[in-house]
């Protein structure tokens, strides 16, 4: 079934802990997203990438990077985890025209404590 | 920058029709996307609005006034499976759409 994969599901991971949230689409979508979601703040965007081996900053990047080696995967990594960084993260896709929306993974659930 | 604004709440009795509406404000405007998002799950695409007017799409249908900054998800025949958020996501160039809140929408029997 064509769609996004992200992996783990759920992890509750101790601060200071270095963390690689993993995504991946089979869609051949060139742009992809990572978002976090959290209560009263809707979906905000951490990074994006409009294709293979070019990455952008959102609106919230710090304290996390992103690589786009292929079109496949996007994968997100947090460095040195702290308490504000749980949330529930999204990874997103989309064609180059972003005209038929957004696919969404079914997220990942992450706890720092 | 954008600003969105859309009702925190909303309740509506299976079968009726529903209307969850959204102002915006934003620079670069390149459209609106209208999603669902049913609780622990992720958000699922409904409509997107480039131009003026009123895009149907089977119960759901949304409209679009660029030059009043406002939105619209209409929902009819509401059945109990809509209980969910509807985010209304302002487009702003190619890559930066931003989600509102969104509209937490019960349907009661």
């Known amino acids: 079934i064509a769609g996004i994969t992200q992996a783990p599901t759920s992890q509750i991971l101790a601060a200071g802990r270095r963390m690689t949230l993993r995504c991946t689409q089979d869609?051949?979508?060139?742009?992809m997203y990572w978002y976090r979601q959290d209560l009263g703040l809707g979906l905000r965007l951490i990074h994006y990438?409009?294709?293979?081996?070019?990455?952008g900053k959102g609106e919230v990047p710090d304290g996390y990077s992103v690589s786009r080696a292929n079109t496949d995967d996007f994968p997100l990594t947090l460095a040195s985890a702290v308490p504000s960084q749980t949330s529930v993260y999204f990874c997103?896709?989309?064609?180059?025209?972003?005209?038929?929306?957004?696919?969404f993974g079914s997220g990942t659930r992450l706890t720092v404590v | 920058g954008q600003n969105i604004d859309q009702p925190t709440e909303m309740t509506a009795t299976e079968g009726a029709i529903v209307q969850i509406n959204c102002t915006y404000q934003?620079?670069?405007?390149?459209?609106l996307f209208w999603y669902q998002q049913h609780a622990g799950e992720a958000p699922t695409f409904l409509s997107y609005?480039?131009?003026?007017g009123l895009e149907e799409k089977g119960r759901f249908s949304s409209f679009l006034s660029r030059s009043k900054g406002y939105s619209y998800l209409l929902l009819k025949e509401l059945q109990m499976k809509d209980s969910a958020s509807y985010l209304c996501?302002?487009?702003?160039?190619?890559?930066?759409?931003?989600f509102g809140i969104g509209t937490k929408l019960q349907v009661i029997p």
């Open positions: 990438s409009n294709t293979a081996g070019t990455t």
């Open positions: 934003t620079s670069g405007f390149n459209g």
């Open positions: 609005n480039v131009l003026d």
């Open positions: 869609m051949r979508h060139n742009a």
């Open positions: 996501a302002p487009r702003e160039g190619y890559q930066k759409v931003t």
């Open positions: 997103a896709s989309s064609d180059s025209t972003g005209a038929y929306g957004y696919t």
